[in-house]
Each structure stands twice: as structure tokens, then as C-alpha cells.
């Protein structure tokens, strides 16, 4: 059964500063998703990593993959109080019978001013 | 450009009653999936469809129940409500081959059993 956790579960920071939310996972995969929730809210697509090594950025966001650690990392700079929210990783899971996300349990992110 | 909707956003059933929540996606995505997601959790698969006329099962699939028959719609099913199915569902949709892209979320349906 595959298993995808990240650390930290919780997150305080003050608004200016660097960090890094990691998600690891227990199978071999080579796609892997964030994506943010706002309260009371849907999932918002962040970054799409298709293979060991990929990198994305999008502002202040940057994710990356090492499909041999089966790691992947988002970090964040210079936090604004607009990027508080929820992360989730998700790792994808091709089998015979289709595609299937299995989803990390979240990182609740508060930037705080 | 709707994107993938869902009805009803919220509801209340009482314990043993039934009730149907709908998903429509207009994208043409083969793929659709039904999730869970229980206060602080991550998202749990229930149950998904690679095409119309197929369905498998997720992860938490017992108490619920689809159907596929047109591409564009993927129903879920509770046939006898219990407390334990409170939660927020979301539909999701997506067309694997067209570069990897996302999966696309619904705005949710907010469940309470009581």
C-alpha cells in the first residue's frame, strides 16, 4: 500500500522568511502533484513533476522531485501572508485498471505578519 | 467554462436514508474520480472511472456505489447514510496523454449525517 507523508503537518511563519515543506513516499513513482486548498475550498493545481530531477517554479514557490529518494520538496521564499493555506502532495499511481492519486495527509501553512 | 460542477453543495440526511451526489464534467476527460476529505485530512479515493461503462474501486470504498454511463457524468451513491460518511466530497476529472495535466477539482459537496 503506498504511503505518502508530509512534514510538517503544521506550519507558522513570519511573513519575509524560507521554508520547506517535504513529502515522501513509500512506492517507486515518477509523477508527482501539489496543490492548494483555501478554507472551505476546492483544490487548486500548483506544480506537475514528471520525472527524477524536475523542478518548477511559480513566484515564490518552488517544488522539485528525486524520484530515487522518493522525495519531493515545496520551498517557499520570502513568505506573503496570501500564500497561507493548505498543501497537499499527491503521488500518481499508474496501474492496468488507470491512474490514481493517493494524497499526502496536508501541510497547514499560516504566514503570519 | 464550467469545468467539472457538483450538486448539491451542501446537504443533511439522516441516518439510513439514500441519496445520489452528481458530478458533470464538460472537458471530454476520460478519467473521473469521487474522493472524501474528513476535517484535517487529505483526500481518500472512493471510487474512479477510466470510461464510460467502467468503474473500479478506491480506497474507502464500501457504502457508496457509481455508475458511467455517459462521459460526462459520474454519480455517487450512498444507499444507507451513517454518521462515519460525514465528510466533504470532491469530483475530479482529468485526460491522461494530454501532457500529464492535473487532475480538475469541483467545488465539493458538504455531507452531514445525523
Known amino acids: 500500500e503506498l504511503k505518502v507523508e508530509q512534514n510538517p503537518l503544521f506550519l507558522s511563519m513570519q511573513e519575509g522568511k524560507n521554508y520547506t515543506i517535504y513529502c515522501n513516499y513509500s512506492?517507486?513513482?515518477?509523477?508527482l502533484y501539489w496543490y492548494r486548498q483555501d478554507p472551505g475550498k476546492s483544490l487548486e493545481s500548483l506544480f506537475v513533476?514528471?520525472?527524477?530531477?524536475a523542478v518548477k517554479q511559480e513566484g515564490r514557490l518552488m517544488a522539485s522531485l528525486d524520484t530515487k529518494a522518493r522525495l519531493s520538496t515545496l520551498h517557499i521564499t520570502a513568505a506573503v501572508h496570501d500564500l497561507s493555506a493548505t498543501y497537499f502532495c499527491a503521488v500518481d499511481i499508474r496501474e492496468t485498471s488507470g491512474s490514481r492519486l493517493t494524497f499526502g495527509e496536508g501541510t497547514q501553512l499560516t504566514v503570519n505578519p | 467554462n464550467a469545468g467539472v460542477t457538483q450538486t448539491p453543495k451542501f446537504r443533511i440526511l439522516k441516518i439510513g436514508q439514500s441519496m445520489t451526489l452528481q458530478c458533470a464534467q464538460d472537458?471530454?476527460?476520460?478519467?473521473m474520480y469521487w474522493y472524501r476529505q474528513d476535517p484535517g485530512m487529505g483526500l481518500k479515493l472512493i471510487y474512479y472511472?477510466?470510461?464510460?461503462?467502467?468503474?473500479d474501486k478506491g480506497e474507502v470504498p464500501n457504502g457508496y456505489n457509481v455508475s458511467r454511463s455517459t462521459t460526462e457524468d459520474f454519480p455517487l451513491r450512498l444507499e444507507l447514510a451513517a454518521p462515519s460518511q460525514t465528510s466533504v466530497y470532491f469530483c475530479?476529472?482529468?485526460?491522461?496523454?494530454?501532457?500529464?495535466?492535473?487532475?480538475?477539482f469541483g467545488d465539493g459537496t458538504r455531507l452531514s449525517i445525523l
Open positions: 472537458m471530454n476527460h476520460n478519467y
Open positions: 472511472s477510466v470510461g464510460a461503462g467502467i468503474t
Open positions: 513533476l514528471l520525472s527524477n530531477g
Open positions: 512506492t517507486t513513482s515518477d509523477r
Open positions: 475530479a476529472s482529468s485526460f491522461p496523454g494530454q501532457g500529464n495535466q492535473p487532475q480538475h
